[in-house]
């Protein structure tokens, strides 16, 4: 198993994060400038020409957590295969994978796990039992998984990529 990791600030201005390291948010955003996902999703209809975080290179969004709380397992797995992913890939054709798409997801740390063998990455949900949960790395990344970067809010390089310094995943091309 290779994990992959970053501690540049690269990932703000391309491909799809996950982020839950709340001082990582405040480099990159305004709390008002944080949509929701109802507006995101509204926003597909016309695209700003300029985004409001990261200096003009990124969207930040709320929302993600509770969309999928709120659904049975298989409704989750279904909105975020389908209809979420459609309006991210219609955000990435807009701005020509030039510009950064990140979900705030205050409880992603926990919520989020990585089978070793497989690599594959979960989110836990009510619906599923202990140790599985929705698969996001199918549902949100196409499977591909290996390309996922480790955020680490630490320039050590000896810094553990499963703890405390590991403020989100971040993958750089939204597929």
């Known amino acids: 198993m290779m994990v992959l990791t970053r501690r540049d ?18 480099h990159v955003v305004q709390p008002s400038q944080v949509v929701s996902m109802r507006q995101f999703f509204a926003m597909a209809n016309a695209w700003p020409e300029e985004l409001p975080a990261s200096g003009g290179d990124a969207l930040v ?18 909105w975020a295969e389908n209809d979420l992913k459609e309006v991210i890939l219609s ?36 619906a599923f039992g202990p140790g599985r949960g929705l698969h996001i790395g199918r549902l949100l990344w196409s499977g591909a998984e290996r390309e996922v970067e480790r955020l ?13 310094a590991w403020v989100g995943l971040h993958h750089p091309r939204i597929s």
């Open 91 to 126: 955000f990435q054709d807009e701005y020509e994978g030039q510009a950064g798409l990140i979900f705030w997801v205050p409880s992603g740390r926990n919520r989020i796990s990585m089978t070793g063998a497989s690599e594959e990455y979960y989110w836990k949900h009510s």
């Open 61 to 78: 969004v709320s929302g993600f957590e509770g969309c999928l709380d709120v659904l049975s397992g298989q409704d989750a797995e279904y």
């Open 9 to 26: 600030d690269a990932w703000m201005r391309r491909g799809f994060t996950l982020l839950w390291g709340l001082k990582t948010l405040a």
């Open 152 to 164: 680490l809010d630490s320039e050590d390089s000896g810094t553990d990529y499963d703890g405390k």
